[in-house]
């Protein structure tokens, strides 16, 4: 059935079994007998009241087409019951212990009585049903029998059977082909649909049956994909090792993802519900009672927003139903740093608990879950975020943390071969063209039609089934959830969400853990005043770790990456105190960017004096020689930048043009457009994106995203530069690459 949108209301149903509803008869009776009895009631009002009893019932059973013998049984349970309230009444004796015997009795004989009648009733209407299904399967079987016959010419094949599905979408016809015909012309699905007259939305699907020789026929009457799908909101509780439900496929059957073994990918242009389809997913895996979910967006945290309303807004919820948000690279660098030496944390830790169970996976639970890394805009994150939220997915599973990342584009240079290779659930949205389809889906590249997922909201889906089996795409409808949908539910979802096990956050990056929101919600909602139901998330020591002065990255002391370089003393201005703690702060309070750009321009190195500009064109590299024209670059408008002088005249060999935009880089936030970088440096965009490519180039340094990066929340990708793409050109300067 099509799940249908319930709100919060008041139930005036009783849900009444038939011994139940006997008893409470019996007892209305006996409570009338002894009050009628004290206060002298005639007799009879009980006879009236059980002639009008017997009455209704005999309607109601006529109404519902009970057998006649049913409805004699029940109006002679109300006379008889009526005869006793009457006899009590005029003897004024219900209270005596032969009037209470006789009263038991009869108790007992109508419960015995109303679970007889409604067993045989009920085995009676499922056989009723039975056989107007088997009338209309044969019916159906005759007919495709024929049809089948009529359109191809077959001899010799046998429909075995018809199976409908639920919600009255459709059915699904099981066919014995004939020895020498073992499959249907290439266009029978169309032939078929036409044949049906099936209307827009509807189709037929011709698969493989159970066996060699047999076909399956499945035919849809109705576009189940056409209408919105309210996002089912019941809070019973579920658990991770169930899949979740992301909405209907066009048979009306569950969409499912299976999360705990396999990572997720989910890919769509904008306006085809890829954000809709995300926050169906946040809100599944929300009512499990055994999962911890993470986000990381760097573009504004928009996944996490609609979400932590509840609590840091309104504070209704008294705990946030999202864990941890990762709104910048810095906090993503720590929250997956958290993660890696989680993984090895729990593979130690948990032995005992993975022989108890005899698995090599820890099994989850509310006291140890599993861990969900939802990653929003994969084009918009650095190389070496990509790479630590690899080393999750090849290392996390038997610690189970797991990662469920989402993009615009199903190409290359979004979509990598290690990304699909890696996400067994795969989830594409409306796409323009059909070859993005066949890129995330190279299993279905015969089967795939863009045309099958024509409505916002449809996409194609493939997951591994209950046999942990790889499926062939299918089209899907999400589920549409709203807003509102999202305050109703969080509220009710955050008191049961789990926490990260101490085992797990005992590693030496964990040390941030708790401090997370001190950090995040402050650029989150920037002056708005928070709820009350934050505080004890921020008022504590907020921990900040400090920043390697190669790379940019935060040394959390989880990873090589991070600890590669010596960490920076205490920027100029600073406390030795806070450095002490692992807090980078520059005189004017400032962290992260800022603070390390300060850092910079005060520990840099001094230089020879930049040597004269040479006439001529563009240099070749930054190794070519002191002699050379490596020094000069001169764009086609004729403006000149001078950087320092060659490697044989510094004891830095990284370019001052790189440092320099390193710096001011960093001081923006970490990403800065071209034209706005050429403006902060005083020089033309061409010639510095000119320049800056030939540095990125000579030591194989390449920009993600083709280059386009989102320079504050709302802009739309333009060419420019993330502070770890130039950190790392720096890194490699500096190693002599």
């Known amino acids: 059935m099509i799940s249908t949108r319930k709100g919060p209301a008041l139930d005036w149903g009783w849900d009444i ?6 008893m409470m008869a019996a007892g209305g009776a006996y409570s009338l007998a002894a009050a009628g009895g004290l206060a002298g009631l005639p007799p009879g009002y009980a006879l009236l009241a059980a002639g009008a009893g017997a009455l209704a019932q005999g309607g109601a059973d006529l109404y519902q087409r009970r057998p006649l013998a049913h409805g004699i049984a029940r109006c002679t349970a109300w006379l008889t019951a009526g005869g006793w309230t009457a006899v009590a009444l005029s003897g004024h004796n219900a209270l005596t212990w032969g009037a209470a015997g006789w009263w038991g009795a009869g108790t007992a004989a109508a419960v015995v009585l109303a679970r007889g009648l409604a067993t045989a009733e009920e085995r009676g209407k499922s056989e009723r049903v039975q056989r107007k299904l088997q009338k209309w399967a044969n019916g159906k079987a005759g007919e495709w029998h024929a049809r089948l016959a009529n359109l191809f010419r077959l001899e010799g094949h046998k429909v075995d059977g018809v199976l409908p599905w639920k919600g009255d979408v459709g059915y699904t016809v099981r066919v014995q082909m004939p020895e020498d015909t073992p499959e249907l012309p290439s266009d029978a699905d169309r032939k078929l649909a036409a044949a049906l007259r099936l209307p827009r939305g509807g189709g037929v699907q011709i698969t493989d049956g159970m066996v060699y020789g047999e076909i399956q026929i499945r035919v849809t009457a109705k576009d189940v994909m056409a209408e919105d799908l309210p996002f089912p909101l019941d809070t019973a509780p579920a658990t991770i090792n169930d899949p979740i439900v992301l909405g209907l496929h066009p048979d009306a059957t569950d969409a499912e993802m299976r999360l705990l073994d396999a990572c997720a990918l989910l890919v769509g242009q904008v306006g085809s519900g890829k954000s809709n389809t995300l926050n169906v997913a946040n809100g599944a895996i929300l009512k499990t009672d055994d999962c911890v979910v993470w986000h990381i967006d760097t573009t504004g945290a928009g996944i996490s927003l609609p979400w932590l309303r509840s609590w840091a807004v309104t504070g209704e919820s008294r705990v946030p139903v999202i864990d941890w948000t990762a709104d910048t690279v810095e906090e993503a660098h720590i929250m997956l740093d958290v993660a890696i030496a989680g993984i090895g944390a729990r593979k130690a830790g948990y032995q005992d608990l993975m022989a108890s169970v005899d698995d090599d996976k820890i099994p989850v639970s509310p006291q140890v879950p599993a861990i969900l890394i939802v990653v929003d805009e994969i084009a918009e994150l650095p190389q070496p975020i990509m790479d630590k939220l690899d080393s999750v997915v090849n290392t996390g599973r038997a610690a189970r943390i797991r990662t469920f990342k989402c993009g615009l584009r199903a190409t290359q240079d979004v979509i990598t071969a290690a990304m699909k290779k890696q996400s067994r659930n795969r989830a594409g949205m409306r796409v323009s063209d059909p070859e993005e389809l066949h890129h995330l889906f190279p299993s279905g590249r015969g089967h795939l039609d863009p045309k099958a997922a024509p409505h916002k909201g449809c996409g194609f889906l493939a997951s591994p089934d209950e046999d942990d089996l790889d499926t062939d795409p299918a089209p899907f409808k999400a589920y549409r959830i709203t807003p509102k949908d999202i305050d109703h539910l969080s509220p009710q979802l955050a008191d049961r969400r789990p926490a990260p096990d101490p085992v797990f956050l005992d590693t030496e990056p964990g040390r941030f853990y708790a401090s997370r929101w001190g950090r995040v919600l402050p650029r989150l909602y920037k002056a708005k005043k928070l709820a009350p139901t934050t505080t004890p998330y921020t008022d504590l020591d907020v ?27 205490t920027p100029a201005g600073g406390t030795g105190g806070s450095a002490d703690r692992g807090i980078v702060t520059d005189a004017n309070g400032r962290f992260g960017a800022d603070a390390l750009a300060a850092m910079f321009a005060a520990t840099r190195a001094s230089t020879t004096p930049p040597s004269p500009a040479a006439p001529g064109g563009i ?42 935009a390193h710096d001011a880089v960093l001081a923006a936030g970490g990403r800065m457009h071209t034209a706005d970088l050429a403006d902060r440096l005083g020089l033309e965009a061409t010639a510095l994106g000119t320049e800056l490519g030939r540095l990125l180039r000579a030591v194989g340094v390449e920009r993600p995203g083709k280059g386009t990066v989102r320079a504050g929340a709302g802009s739309e990708p333009k060419p420019g530069y993330l502070a770890e793409t130039l950190a790392e050109a720096i890194t490699q300067y500096r190693n002599g690459q």
């Open 543 to 569: 921990l900040y770790p400090l920043i390697d002065k190669a790379t940019g990255l935060p040394i959390t002391g989880g990873t090589d990456s991070t600890t590669s370089s010596t960490a920076p003393a």
């Open 619 to 660: 240099g070749q590299g930054p190794d070519t020689g002191a002699g050379d024209e490596s020094n000069v670059i001169r764009a086609k408008f004729g403006v000149v930048i001078e950087q320092t002088g060659g490697p044989a005249d510094r004891p830095d060999p990284v370019p001052q043009l790189l440092r320099d």
């Open 17 to 22: 079994s038939p011994a139940t509803g006997a």
